[in-house]
């Protein structure tokens, strides 16, 4: 995915990443400071919770997200226009599929519903049943879905129509790697450095901005 891409993904006054500043991996710059995407395991972004999203039955929202990058969507708003079809057994005819019939949008999320509770029931059971671990089969249970929500995995890079993503400051890997004690000294320092700014400031003038940037981008603060 190419940068500017990336820059449409990224939120309201964030700017291009600027490697003169921070010669190190990010994605853009947020309010002076380097950020980077969180990803899944394929390189894919990760959508916010709450974010809006437009699926195949209609409008809603990222309710949670898995590990493995699949996220639970509530649909708020159907699309009632949407006609799922319904194929007849047995599934080809002639190497045709054959439709028997048609069912609303909401009708198939409610379907993908039941589906995702059945497997999650069974897991639980299983997990109950065979590693007597009934506090994993409680969360497993927490985890069922209201018929208007279903499981969805967003692939091609278009997120469902998705402008929120998840992201953090991005890490400089040579600060990363300093020892606790160099660490510690660093801190001191700029702590001794602020000190000196206020004795020699007047009493009512506060600590420059840049001091605080400057611990925030070493520590990840």
């Known amino acids: 995915m190419t940068t500017t891409s990336l ?23 947020l309010d002076g400071r380097p950020q980077s995407f969180k990803r ?4 894919s972004l990760i959508p916010a919770i709450g ?4 699926t195949l039955y209609g409008l809603g929202y990222i309710e949670r997200r898995h590990v493995g990058g699949d996220v639970i969507v509530r649909i708020t708003e159907f699309d009632e226009t949407v006609e799922v079809p ?3 057994d047995p599934v080809k005819v002639n190497a045709f599929r054959v439709v028997k019939g048609y069912i ?12 995702y509770n059945n497997r999650t029931m069974n897991k639980a059971l299983w997990f109950e049943s065979h590693m007597r671990d009934v506090a994993y089969a409680e969360e497993l249970m927490e985890l069922v879905l209201d018929d ?3 499981q969805v995995r967003f692939t091609g890079g278009d997120y469902g129509g998705c402008t929120q993503f998840v992201y953090a400051p991005a890490v400089n ?3 990363g790697k300093k020892s606790t004690a160099e660490t510690a000294a660093y801190r001191a320092r700029i702590a001794a450095l602020a000190d000196k700014m206020l ?4 009493d009512t003038e506060v600590v420059p901005e840049g001091i605080a940037d400057e611990l925030a981008e070493c520590f990840g603060e």
Request: net charge negative; charged share 20%; with cysteine.
């Open 7 to 29: 820059l449409t993904f990224a939120p309201a006054g964030s700017t291009s990443p600027d490697y003169a500043r921070f010669a190190f991996d990010h994605d853009f710059v």
């Open 40 to 43: 899944n395991g394929d390189g």
């Open 51 to 54: 974010a809006a999203v437009g």
């Open 86 to 88: 319904q194929y007849a």
């Open 104 to 115: 609303t949008g909401r009708e198939q999320v409610a379907i993908l519903s039941s589906l």
């Open 148 to 150: 208007d929500c279903y």
């Open 173 to 175: 890997p040579v600060r």
């Open 199 to 202: 004795d020699d400031a007047d």
